[in-house]
């Protein structure tokens, strides 16, 4: 017989499995995964790059690389970061396969099994998994609209010591929430009288509609790693992604990532690079922005127009997602099949609690949809609610 790893073992039939299998049928409206619009990747200015790649570095280009990942690349997200006010050095810079292996590898490289891993209630499915999948013990901290309440991270230090806290303080997935500036000071003067390692995940920051942009709290504070990526900014398929963190820390992370990959996808570093350095990004970023926050407003008109009685909802202020509360159901969970046979699919609250805690939330993405398509989602997703 064979055997698994326990925790495999424990973690039973995985339900996102279950979600992107029903969102293959072509009459699906799906509002359950993380997906950017499709029609905005841009895959002819990509074409161009990787072209341009193989004509003056095709041989290097295909050959092994360094672990830390290419070089110029490093230098050029350098650019975009300050640690502690200070400019960050390309030393202090890994690129990894997607965020998704950043978070895997932290916590690879942190955690032992029992050890605790403190998170916002409700936390990103992704790192959840990751967590689980090295038997952390997760506890989550109280939240409000602007996500972890100090005093509350500080009531749990002064119990428990946590290897790491992990958040994300900018449209967070699944609440959409956004940490305040004061907030991010007060939550990294906790952390640094307790020494608690923050480990701060932006995917979603340039996804901004609303309100100015604020500072990263590894900019704001010591022992803060952060992760960034290129998915939602250019295009998930490409899987780059990054760590910012102390070189001490990079070191380790690189040993942790020899073992796993030797290093992320050399020539699609090349093309990113080149994609940066034909200075395209800002624009296209501003092209995503408006066309979210035209999506966000249609699916926030359409949950008022058809469920707006119904529910209580979250309206995010960037991102992907809108986080919303039915009012006179106990389980979101329970309406999974009927809203699958009414062809549409929401992800249920309760995957985002490590604890599995009943919940009526669900989470809606609103950003690979029309505003066509996401009212009709919405009016599907009434009736198989009623």
Known sequence: MIQYASWIEASGESFIGEILKAAQNPSMISFAGGLPALELFPDQALQRCFQRVFEEQGKPALQYAQTSGYPPLRQWLAQQHKRRGQQVEAEEIVVTTGSQQGLSLLAQTFLDPGDVVFVETPTYLGAIQAFQSFRARMMMIPCDEQGIIPEELEKMLKLVKPKFLYLIPNYQNPSGKVMGLERRIELLRVAQVYDLLVIEDNPYGNLRFEGEALPDLIELGDNVIYL????????????????????????????????????????????????????????????????????RNAMVQAIEKHIGEEVDMIIPSGGLFLWARFKKIKNSFDYVQETIRQNVLYVPGAVFYPDGRVTPEVRLNYSCSTPEIIDEGIQRLARAIR
């Open 228 to 295: 960034g990526t290129f998915s939602k900014i250019l295009a998930p398929g490409l899987r780059v992604g990054y760590v910012v963190a102390n070189p001490d820390i990079l070191k380790h992370l690189c040993l942790t990532k020899e073992g796993v990959d030797l290093h992320s996808n050399n020539l699609t570093q090349r093309a990113v690079l080149e994609f940066l350095n034909e200075g395209l990004l800002p624009a296209h970023i501003m092209e995503l922005r408006t066309l979210y926050r035209e999506r």
